[in-house]
């Protein structure tokens, strides 16, 4: 999970080089009537407010890249873009353990408290690197821009680990190989001007990312895209 989180930071720094030959989040006029491929045309990053029964959220969120990015505006003011994008997704809470069975399923939240002990900077967290292909119908008039859609997600590789300090000793622990499912989706609104754009994602619960018998959770991101 490291090394990809590693090449996708590369890929944002090298971003300015490669950007200038790809198209951005906001087609100019004279280009929304045609296919245009470009990528790494945007990042963006994301709060994700999330709900469940079985531990108390707290710190979750979401960061993206995009890697390809295809537009096609076949009238000057609505088009559809599909995108390619490498995706971090993390599910936190400071309350609770995430814990990983035999078989690397996130079977429990155990709560901190049963250690019996005072913890200090406890933290657990579920995180998934994914591929994501958003597909989103947009309406652009000169900088601005309103749109929404799906995106689907092809989620590669995940983990689980947990944190904290008691009696002056730290305690910290990861473990790999997260059992996920596959492919999950999401909703997407958005609205924007000029290089900014706010958008909202939904996750609902029947597009779960971990699979069954696993801890359960929906949630929602509200976040920020800036273009390249």
């Not at 090298?14 to 280009?31: E, I, L, M, N, W």
């Not at 971090?88 to 939240?109: C, L, P």
């Amino acid at each position: 999970m490291k090394k990809l989180f590693l090449i996708a930071l590369a890929a944002l720094l090298s971003a300015p080089v490669f950007a200038q030959q790809s198209t951005t989040c906001a087609p100019s006029s004279s280009d929304r009537h045609i296919l245009s491929v470009g990528g790494l045309s945007h990042w963006g990053w994301g709060y994700s407010f999330v709900q469940s029964n079985e531990f108390k959220p707290a710190g979750s969120g979401e960061f993206f890249l995009n890697v390809l990015d295809v537009k096609f505006y076949p009238v000057k003011e609505f088009g559809v873009d599909l995108g390619l994008d490498c995706k971090w997704s993390y599910i936190g809470t400071k309350e609770n353990m995430f814990r990983q069975n035999s078989e690397h399923i996130v079977d429990s939240a155990v709560p901190f408290s049963t250690l019996g002990k005072t913890l200090k900077n406890s933290r657990s967290q579920i995180s998934i690197f994914s591929l994501s292909v958003p597909v989103l119908a947009k309406v652009v008039i000169d900088r601005f821009r309103i749109g929404g859609g799906a995106e689907a997600n092809f989620n590669l590789v995940g983990d689980t680990f947990y944190r904290y300090r008691a009696d002056g000793e730290r305690t910290r622990e990861r473990e790999k190989k997260l059992a996920l499912n596959k492919f999950s989706y999401n909703f997407v609104g958005l609205v924007g001007i000029g290089n900014l754009t706010v958008f909202g994602k939904y996750y609902p619960k029947n597009s779960r990312m971990l699979p069954e018998g696993s801890v359960n959770f929906n949630y929602w991101t509200l976040g920020v895209a800036y273009a390249l």
